[in-house]
T-cell receptor, first 110, second 112 residues
């Protein structure tokens, strides 16, 4: 089955700096890669996603890159703000199965 | 618009007692349904997923089971809870296509 690994598990950045989270997946048939943000005590919510036929996607301060050959994808947050502090999850989907990474706790220091 | 309901929000159960968590989706038909568990400080562990009525795929062998008696209803059950079953349980739905999965509010289960 699909195995999604996510690094780092915790990330502390100064406000205004960039944050990068990396994920790898094992199943080459996976074709959809969403990223979710979970604030404390709340449900995860989608922030950006990328499909396997695209190498990069950007939405304002958030961007995701996908390398299908290496089977890894990354989330980039630029100009971080205190409200970016949360747990971020990557995921990979193969057919009906949606598997998540272990999460990265991001703390933005003011 | 589509909505997902999950209840209860919190639950405290003694070891050895049964469990039933319910999740329903409104505003869509034939959704893919998922149960995840999030232990304290850990990631989202996929427990079960379902692509149709009566169709359940189990990802992690344990003392939990899932059922889908109706198209938009997904139930997580246990006959006898263990301490290790404590955690935050999330139900989610998505369409078959490569689109967003929507999560319920979650159930925080504490087994004592």
């Amino acid at each position: 089955g699909e195995n999604v690994e996510q690094h780092p598990s915790t990330l502390s950045v100064q406000e205004g700096d960039s944050a990068v989270i990396k994920c790898t997946y094992s199943d080459s048939a996976s074709n959809y890669f969403p990223w979710y943000k979970q604030e404390l005590g709340k449900r995860p919510q989608l922030i950006i996603d990328i499909r396997s036929n695209v190498g990069e996607k950007k939405d304002q301060r958030i961007a995701v890159t996908l390398n299908k050959t290496a089977k890894h994808f990354s989330l980039h947050i630029t100009e971080t703000q205190p409200e970016d502090s949360a747990v971020y999850f990557c995921a990979a989907k193969r057919e009906y199965k949606l598997s998540f990474g272990a999460g990265t706790t991001v703390t933005v220091r003011a | 618009s589509q909505t997902i309901h999950q209840w209860p929000a919190t639950l405290v159960q003694p070891v050895g007692s049964p469990l039933s968590l319910e999740c329903t989706v409104e505003g869509t038909s034939n959704p893919n349904l998922y149960w995840y568990r999030q232990a304290a400080g850990r990631g989202l562990q996929l427990l079960f997923y379902s692509v149709g009525i009566g169709q359940i795929s189990s990802e992690v062998p344990q003392n939990l089971s899932a059922s889908r008696p109706q198209d938009r209803q997904f139930i997580l059950s246990s006959k006898k809870l263990l301490l290790s079953d404590s955690g935050f349980y999330l139900c989610a739905w998505k369409r078959t296509e490569n689109t967003e999965a929507f999560f319920g509010q979650g159930t925080r289960l504490t087994v004592v």
